[in-house]
């Protein structure tokens, strides 16, 4: 275990989970929790359907990040499998479509 001294003597542990530009920390206790150096605000971030989703937790105390964190990561995966329906003049058009091709007896694909 690393003693305070250790730990301020070297400096690469602590930029170690910085991003390349040097404004973004990382947790790895704290998967998507992301820190703004710059101002202190907390983000969480998340993959969702293929993009990426980055929202301020809106505070800058570490405990609150993480409380914050569980409600961001809740509201954004409910949601991640719905699939809209489609409108009923849009499924009118898709029956009414299938209908012309079935009596013009084009049946190929």
């Not at 995966?77 to 007896?105: H, T, W, Y």
Request: glycine content about 6%; charged content about 35%; aromatic content about 10%.
């Amino acid at each position: 275990m690393q003693t305070l001294r250790e730990t301020e003597s070297n400096p690469r542990k602590r930029e170690e989970n910085l991003s390349k530009d040097g404004k973004w920390r990382s947790f790895p206790k704290v998967p998507h929790l992301l820190q703004y150096v710059t101002n202190g605000n907390y983000y969480g971030r998340i993959k969702v359907g293929g993009k990426i989703i980055r929202e301020s937790l809106e505070t800058t105390v570490w405990t609150t990040a993480k409380l914050k964190l569980a409600d961001f990561l809740k509201e954004r995966l409910e949601g991640r499998n719905r699939i809209d329906p489609p409108q009923f003049s849009e499924a009118v058009e898709l029956f009414k479509m299938e209908i012309e091709r079935l009596e013009s007896g084009t049946f190929c694909r």
